[in-house]
């Protein structure tokens, strides 16, 4: 377990930004860094929302980013806060 430095997770969206510009959107400065373990980099989203888009059509791009930006073969993982909408 291994908390990354705080340049890694701008690499990583700057990467996506670059590369990736058509999947890219304003919200993704919301998203937080969690910790790299096992070799997932765990991507703290505001809510459900944000993670099933990430997941269904960013997954490759993010994992793609994150390889690039800490030097070793990783993926991601989603991982939704709360919604705050009606319940």
């Not at 790299?36 to 993010?62: K, P, S, W």
């Amino acid at each position: 377990m291994s908390a990354p430095t705080p340049t890694v997770w701008s690499d990583i969206v700057e990467h996506v930004r670059l590369n990736y510009s058509e999947l890219a959107r304003g919200w993704f400065t919301d998203l937080r860094l969690g910790e790299i373990d096992q070799g997932v980099v765990h991507v703290h989203t505001m809510n459900r929302a944000q993670a099933d888009y990430l997941e269904q059509h960013c997954r490759r791009a993010f994992s793609e980013a994150s390889q690039a930006a800490t030097g070793r073969l990783v993926t991601v993982a989603f991982e939704p806060g709360e919604d705050t909408g009606p319940g």
